[in-house]
């Protein structure tokens, strides 16, 4: 489940890249009722992004942005609520880690979900389903032949 986290330079003070990271996963897995669980914790992976200033844009001008983008199986944010909070503290949690200085409203949050089937781990595409189940077992499903 990887998260992509882009934010312009300076909007996030040097060195609280990661602790933001963490921060964005840690409440995805609890909004999403996955925290502890051992088959989906390793599976969120992703990256930090910095951008220089000037190449980050709202409205086709420049401008400093904070956007978090998860790539999620199609089981995940399907509830209404989760959607709307983790929305809200993902917000919250850039905003804070920025000290207050990025604009709730140059902060975006993004959930793609990959068609059914077309989620891969260490080469084996796995249906909604077969995380389902492996989630539940706590494993990763049997390989296929």
Same mark, same amino acid.
């Given at each position: 489940?990887?998260?992509?986290?882009?934010?312009?330079?300076?909007?996030?003070?040097?060195?609280?890249?990661?602790?933001?990271?963490?921060?964005?996963?840690?409440?995805?897995?609890?909004?999403?009722?996955? =925290?502890?669980?051992?088959?989906?914790?390793?599976?969120?992976?992703?990256?930090?992004?910095?951008? @220089?200033?000037?190449?980050?844009?709202?409205?086709?001008? =420049?401008?400093?942005?904070?956007?978090?983008?998860?790539?999620?199986?199609?089981?995940?944010?399907?509830?209404?609520?989760?959607?709307?909070?983790?929305?809200?503290? =993902?917000?919250?949690?850039?905003?804070?880690?920025?000290?207050?200085?990025? @604009?709730?409203?140059?902060? $975006?949050?993004?959930?793609?979900?990959?068609?059914?089937?077309? $989620?891969?781990?260490?080469?084996?595409?796995?249906?909604?389903?077969?995380?389902?189940?492996?989630?539940?077992?706590?494993? =990763?499903? @049997?390989?296929?032949?």
């Amino acid at each position: 489940m990887p998260l992509t986290l882009t934010v312009t330079e300076g909007v996030l003070p040097g060195g609280s890249e990661a602790a933001t990271f963490t921060r964005l996963s840690d409440a995805m897995l609890r909004w999403t009722g996955a =925290a502890g669980n051992t088959f989906l914790t390793p599976m969120v992976v992703g990256s930090v992004n910095v951008v @220089p200033r000037g190449l980050t844009f709202s409205g086709s001008v =420049a401008a400093p942005l904070a956007l978090i983008e998860w790539k999620m199986p199609g089981i995940a944010f399907v509830s209404r609520e989760v959607q709307i909070g983790y929305i809200a503290e =993902a917000t919250e949690i850039v905003h804070e880690m920025s000290g207050g200085r990025q @604009p709730r409203e140059g902060i $975006w949050v993004n959930v793609v979900h990959a068609v059914d089937g077309g $989620w891969g781990v260490a080469g084996v595409a796995l249906t909604n389903r077969e995380i389902e189940d492996a989630a539940v077992r706590g494993a =990763a499903p @049997p390989a296929r032949a």
